[in-house]
């Protein structure tokens, strides 16, 4: 066997190992929930850009809170303009560890489906930490 084929053996039992690691770590130390939206906060940069009959390109910037951007409810829409941005998820859940209610929050950015698709109200799921129930992660 050559040191190529041994290296490229010994990666990918390295990447099965971590990957291993990774779900026991999260099945002794989480916990499933179902979570619900209550709030979220977002952030964007939406650049719009348009070419007018003879050719010329022209560019506007909206930037700020989405809600306020009357360019967003286009944007998320078509997904033809550029938007970056981060959103702040803010959720509500019943620990499943004692049944205490708890909120938490997480962050997704633009590249998530999340950014555009949730909704106040919607359900998601949500991980909870066995050592701190006002920890999360999303699942």
Known sequence: MS???????????????IA?????????????AKATVYEIDRKCDIVETTTSFDGKKSTRMYNGEC???DAWNAAAAKRDH?????????????????????TSEFNVTSRDDEFYDLHAGDSVNVLVSNADRSKIIRS
């Open 3 to 17: 040191y190529s084929l041994k290296g490229a053996i010994a990666a990918i039992l390295l990447v099965l190992g």
């Open 20 to 32: 291993g690691w990774s779900a026991i770590d999260r099945s002794s130390n989480y916990k499933p």
């Open 67 to 69: 809600k306020s951007i």
């Open 82 to 102: 550029s938007i970056s941005g981060k959103a702040t998820i803010k959720v509500s859940y019943t620990a499943p560890q004692d049944g205490s209610q708890q």
